[in-house]
Structure formats: structure tokens, C-alpha cells
């Protein structure tokens, strides 16, 4: 069993900038990918970033591409990302996840894992 609990959520001006953090208690963190989604209002679940294990594969939605980055500190269990150039249409509430393998998946079906949310909201 894996837990996650995020963190660094908030209100920000749109140009601004946050870093979530998401960190994991249970198994041995670096064996499993993880991936960030976020879902606003009304909208369906949508994937932001994912990272493998050992940081060498990363993907990104085209989205957020260039704004933001996931990184990872497997020493930590966390899992992190830096969203800056942040924009209205990036407001949601935004969702870690992890994976029972070591390739990242923008699928948020093939994460077994999810923490609880924090919110980001970004004002114009």
C-alpha cells in the first residue's frame, strides 16, 4: 500500500508561480513511477506530467509544456512539481499518482495510487 499526501497548493496571480509536493509513505518509492493530473470544474481528469523511476523518462502534456516540471527526490519519497508562467486555465485541483511500474503512463487509469488533491487556483 502506498500513501500520498500533496502539498503547496494556493492562490497565485496568473505570470506566478507554485511547486506541489507529493510525498509517499509505503513501499519503496523509487520503483514506481508517478503522475500529476489535475481536474477543474466541470471537466474531466487530465494528465499534467509523469516521471519513471529513476527520472530518465518524463512526459508532459502539451499544455504545460515549457511552464512546468516534475522532478523527484527518491531519498524524500517526494515527488514534485514546479508550475511557473501559470495561467487561469491552469486552476484546478491538481492530483498525484502512482504507478506499480517503473514506465511513467499518461493513462490515469494505470495508476493504482492517488493522494487527495490540493487546490491551485490562478487569478487574472
Known amino acids: 500500500q502506498v500513501q500520498l499526501v500533496e502539498s503547496g497548493g494556493g492562490l497565485v496571480q496568473a505570470g506566478g508561480s507554485l511547486r506541489l509536493s507529493c510525498a509517499a509513505s509505503?513501499?519503496?518509492?523509487?520503483?514506481?513511477?508517478m503522475g500529476w493530473f489535475r481536474q477543474a470544474p466541470g471537466k474531466e481528469r487530465e494528465f499534467v506530467a509523469a516521471d519513471g523511476w529513476s527520472g530518465g523518462s518524463t512526459y508532459y502534456a502539451d499544455s504545460v509544456k515549457g511552464r512546468f516540471t516534475i522532478s523527484r527526490d527518491n531519498a524524500k519519497n517526494t515527488v514534485y512539481l514546479q508550475m511557473n508562467s501559470l495561467k487561469p486555465e491552469d486552476t484546478a485541483v491538481y492530483y498525484c499518482?502512482?504507478?506499480?511500474?517503473?514506465?511513467?503512463?499518461?493513462?490515469?487509469?494505470?495508476?493504482?495510487?492517488w493522494g487527495q488533491g490540493t487546490q491551485v487556483t490562478v487569478s487574472s
Open positions: 509505503g513501499r519503496t518509492f523509487s520503483n514506481y513511477a
Open positions: 499518482a502512482a504507478r506499480t511500474s517503473r514506465v511513467p503512463s499518461m493513462r490515469a487509469l494505470e495508476y493504482r495510487y
